[in-house]
């Protein structure tokens, strides 16, 4: 394995950046970066980071022995102050020392490798980052905290319980012994299939609910829509001007509220125009109609023809319409606005994050412990499929083989939600233990 370093934190201008680096020997590097040497692992020191001769920055720097490490590997994390210059340098010295860029999720991907994490609780650790709401984080850090894993492995070592009956009764099958009956296998395996339904139950699958909800300005030009569109962000990222036409282009950004976030997209204002630029910016906005979860029909008159040409656009969606610019002394007369509200002022804005809020929100993860991928849920459904199959064979007294064939089947499937990927470990050791005394 290399050594790789990455930047943990975004690459722009903050009080902080956070750079992590492992690998084997990356900690041999650290006596050519540090001024003076480190102590003991899992403290923070200060250092000054020195790149060809000249002083970079002063830091704060931890490292990692393996296997105790994030990667299991050796490891170490360096504080910086967040600007441009020092995060520059600092990519210098490390590629001056021959350590790699990371990868996506290299760092997790070492864990996984390395035996720190299993398949789902990587997955996990990418899901508490991307999760959009307070519920999504609290279920995807229980299933990051071991619990779920456990339960599977759990699972797991049942059926292994029965798996090693199953084999010996039918290794064994000229003996006199009824391993199935007077091993209570019918039994335990009804147990664990109603136990394992149980908990596909607990799982929340994210599903297509990861997607982060979209929500898009539309309207007329000049009605106030990259102003709203600020003023939910609450800092200036759109360019504001009495021009109209002055957006071109779709603009991104995310927006937190009452613990659930939604992207918001303001967009090129919407009339006939003969400017080319402006054309493939409108044609965007139409585009992006379809895509949108929620569309917000930003207006700053009441002329009903001008609502209409917009509203007629979005047809099905979940179409808020707002009448913004209320401060000038602008009334809804045809009472047609679900909601009144002033960019310049921020009347209303409280009560327009709020109806977005409920018409964009995921559906709530009430009484579910764990949140699971698809992948997950498809395993475990495929896994209890079989554990019932081999249940209704074992139940015939015939077609034991095939039986016992559906129960590793089944291990199969729960391996492959951890990660376990060697075709059956259990196989090797499946009589070691077995006591055929009884
Ligand atoms: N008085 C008042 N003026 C507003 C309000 N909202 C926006 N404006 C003004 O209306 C003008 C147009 O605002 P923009 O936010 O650029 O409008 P837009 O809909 O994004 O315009 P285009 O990008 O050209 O389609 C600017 O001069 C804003 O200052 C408001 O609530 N009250
Ligand atoms: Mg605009």
Not at 115 to 122: T, V
Not at 123 to 139: C, F, G, K, Q
Not at 365 to 375: I, K, Q, T
């Amino acid at each position: 394995m290399s050594v790789v370093y990455a930047l943990a934190t975004p690459a722009s201008k903050s009080a902080l950046c956070v750079f992590r680096v492992s690998g084997p020997g990356c900690l041999d590097g650290l006596q050519k970066i540090f001024s003076s040497p480190l102590g003991e692992p899992r403290r923070f020191y200060r250092r000054s980071v020195f790149y060809s001769g000249s002083l970079v920055d002063d830091v704060g720097v931890v490292f990692f022995k393996a296997p105790s490490s994030y990667t299991g590997e050796d490891s170490f994390e360096i504080y910086a102050h967040g600007g441009f210059a020092v995060m520059r340098s600092v990519v210098d010295l490390f590629k001056s020392l021959g350590f790699d860029e990371a990868g996506p999720g290299e760092f997790t991907k070492r864990a996984f490798i390395n035996g720190k994490l299993s398949l789902n609780e990587a997955e996990s650790v990418v899901d508490t980052i991307n999760n959009s709401s307070s519920e999504l984080v609290s279920l995807s850090a229980s299933s990051l905290g071991g619990g779920f894993s456990k339960e599977v492995f759990g699972f797991s070592s049942r059926l292994d319980g029965f798996r090693k009956l199953i084999e010996g009764s039918i290794d064994f099958s000229d003996e006199d012994y009824d391993f199935i009956n007077e091993e209570g296998l019918l039994d335990g395996v009804a147990r664990l299939c109603a136990d394992f339904g149980g908990f596909i139950n607990k799982c929340y699958s994210s599903g297509e609910g990861f997607l982060k909800k979209t929500v898009l300005f539309v309207g007329p030009p000049n009605s106030g829509k990259s102003s709203l569109f600020n003023r939910m962000l609450g800092f200036d990222r759109a360019l504001v001007s009495d021009v109209a036409g002055t957006t071109r282009d779709l603009i991104e950004s995310e927006v937190f509220y009452n613990n659930s976030s939604f992207s918001v997209l303001d967009s090129a204002g919407i009339r006939e125009s003969s400017d080319q630029v402006e054309k493939e910016g409108i044609a965007l906005t139409v585009s992006q109609i379809e895509g949108a979860d929620v569309v917000v029909g930003v207006f700053d008159s009441a002329d009903p023809s001008v609502f209409s040409s917009i509203k007629n656009l979005v047809s099905e969606k979940s179409f808020l319409s707002v009448l913004n610019k209320v401060d000038l002394g602008i009334k809804d007369d045809g009472g047609f606005f679900d909601l009144c509200v002033s960019a310049k002022t921020g009347d209303g804005i409280v009560d327009l994050k709020r109806k977005i809020t409920s018409l964009s929100s995921l559906p709530k993860p009430v009484e579910h412990e764990y949140l699971a991928r698809s992948r997950h849920i498809d395993l475990f459904n495929e896994g209890l499929s079989f554990l019932e199959e081999a249940l209704l064979k074992l139940r015939s007294g015939k077609d034991v083989e095939l039986a016992a064939e559906d129960l590793r089947l089944a291990r199969a499937s729960l391996d492959e939600v951890v990660g376990i990927k060697t075709s059956d470990s259990l196989l090797g050791d499946i009589f070691k233990d077995f006591c055929i005394g009884k």
